[in-house]
């Protein structure tokens, strides 16, 4: 895997304060911003996106039982290829010695998968499918 990080997840605990923080904070545009129950994103290119997710929402992703301390407040995510690109990456963890949090699973957005490395870091490996 040649690391490529397109999105940043931090964990907060008032997402709609955190929201109102980052909205004041960045340069962008109304149209460059999503949301949804449960998240908040800020797109600053194709290639880039800083997301809002509640840090409850990070843990249980993470295989915690609660936002407890020690429990990251944010998420790497590496968008890759391909569906199949993700599962060869899942596949590349194991042997390194990480561990699958979360199997690669498609959703309407796309494909994704959750690992931790050997200290505990999660990350998120994704593929969405090519623009029209």
Do not use: C
């Not at 020690?70 to 010695?97: C, K, M, Y």
């Amino acid at each position: 895997m040649k690391p490529h990080i397109s999105i940043i997840t931090i964990g907060v605990d008032d997402l709609e304060r955190a929201f109102g923080f980052y909205r004041a904070l960045f340069d962008i545009g109304d149209d460059q911003i999503g949301a949804g129950e449960d998240h908040v994103a800020f797109f600053f290119d194709d290639q880039f996106s800083f997301v809002l997710f509640p840090r409850a929402d990070i843990a249980q992703t993470a295989g915690k039982p609660e936002a407890i301390a020690g429990t990251p407040g944010f998420v790497l995510s590496h968008r890759a290829e391909s569906a199949e690109a993700v599962d060869a990456i899942l596949d590349r963890v194991l042997v390194a010695g990480g561990s699958v949090i979360t199997p690669g699973t498609a959703s309407e957005w796309g494909y994704s998968a959750y690992f931790e490395d050997s200290e505990g870091n999660v990350w998120e490996v994704m593929a969405t499918p090519p623009a029209d």
